[in-house]
Nanobody, 128 residues
Framework: QVQLVESGGGLVQTGDSLRLSCATS????????MGWIRQAPGKEREFVAA???????TYADSVKGRFTGSRENAKNEVYLQMNSLKPEDTAIYYC??????????????????????WGQGTQVTVSS
């Protein structure tokens, strides 16, 4: 049984930092591209970052230079360091396990939902 569990969200102020973690089990972790997807209130889910099995990462333009994705294969965990947070970063952040590397396209479509394994999400709220 595949499980993804996010943690690290919270309420912060503009300019603050947070580090999200996603612990996984039940999959061969180092064969998956790991992604971070977020959903703001009233909006559809959108791509944030993807981290390849080797640790190479790619980002949405809106977070490039502020967010850093990383992973530790020995621990089956992936992380998202978020710096210089803005109110528009407020969203539920989901960890996704991508078996084919599709997230490397930096796109997420709602029709892709069933392609990935998902965590339950962690809320990030940035106050102005």
């Amino acid at each position: 049984q595949v499980q993804l569990v996010e943690s690290g969200g919270g309420l912060v102020q503009t300019g603050d930092s947070l580090r999200l973690s996603c612990a996984t089990s039940g999959l061969v972790f180092n064969t998956y591209t790991m992604g971070w997807i977020r959903q703001a209130p009233g909006k559809e889910r959108e791509f944030v970052a993807a981290v390849s099995w080797s640790g190479t990462s790619t980002y949405a333009d809106s977070v490039k230079g502020r967010f850093t994705g990383s992973r530790e294969n020995a621990k089956n965990e992936v992380y998202l360091q978020m710096n210089s947070l803005k109110p528009e970063d407020t969203a539920i952040y989901y960890c996704a396990a991508d078996p084919t590397g599709r997230l490397w396209s930096r796109l997420y479509r709602q029709s892709d939902y069933d392609r990935y394994y998902w965590g339950q999400g962690t809320q990030v709220t940035v106050s102005s």
